[in-house]
């Protein structure tokens, strides 16, 4: 079994950056897949950027340039670093894992486990 907590949302301004993190716990964390998705109110949840575990990476157009995911294999722990932040980033944002991929998947049925999610509000 396989824990996702994430943490570093919060209330920032256009422009701003934040920095979030996802501690995996349970199993084996440097051969996944692991991804970042957000969801907005009222919209379906998108993948944000994923990594595999040989450091192959997503991003979605609308934050390439400005995010950058990271993870420490020593601490499980995947990073999403976000700069130039923007009102339309705002939504929670949930770290994933895939124990089966070996590339990206951009669909949430392709991963198994799920954080409970961190809220980012960018206000204009």
């Known amino acids: 079994q396989v824990q996702l907590v994430e943490s570093g949302g919060g209330l920032v301004q256009a422009g701003g950056s934040l920095r979030l993190s996802c501690a995996a716990s349970?199993?084996?964390?440097?051969?996944?897949?692991m991804a970042w998705f957000r969801q907005a109110p009222g919209k379906e949840r998108d993948i944000v950027a994923g990594l595999t575990w040989s450091g192959g990476t997503y991003y979605a157009d609308s934050v390439k340039g400005r995010f950058t995911i990271s993870r420490d294999n020593v601490k499980k722990t995947l990073f999403l670093q976000m700069n130039s932040l923007k009102p339309e980033d705002t939504a929670v944002y949930y770290c994933?894992?895939?124990?089966?991929?070996?590339?990206?998947?951009?669909?949430?049925?392709?991963?198994?486990?799920w954080g409970q999610g961190t809220q980012v509000t960018v206000s204009s």
């Open positions: 349970g199993r084996a964390f440097s051969t996944y897949v």
């Open positions: 994933a894992l895939d124990s089966y991929g070996v590339r990206v998947g951009v669909r949430t049925p392709e991963y198994e486990y």
